[in-house]
């Protein structure tokens, strides 16, 4: 569903806090890095690789990818 968003949990699934709702198109493929406090995703609709803070802030584009 658009607009995506990208949401923090509990571990229980409560206290959900939206942390990413704009610049995105079909984000997937997600890996955590808890040395770095990083979010990764690919986004399969913009073709792109991206990361962020766990909060949500510092958002940085890594990848993207060219169809040739």
Known sequence: ???AKIYRCSI???DCIVI???SLGRPSEM???FAENKLYWGDTLLK????MD????NVRLLH???EL
């Open 31 to 33: 890996a955590i890095d």
């Open 1 to 3: 569903q658009r607009p």
């Open 48 to 51: 792109t690789i991206s990361h």
């Open 12 to 14: 229980d699934g409560a």
């Open 20 to 22: 990413r709702n704009t």
């Open 64 to 66: 993207f990818f060219i």
């Open 54 to 57: 766990f909060d949500g802030n």
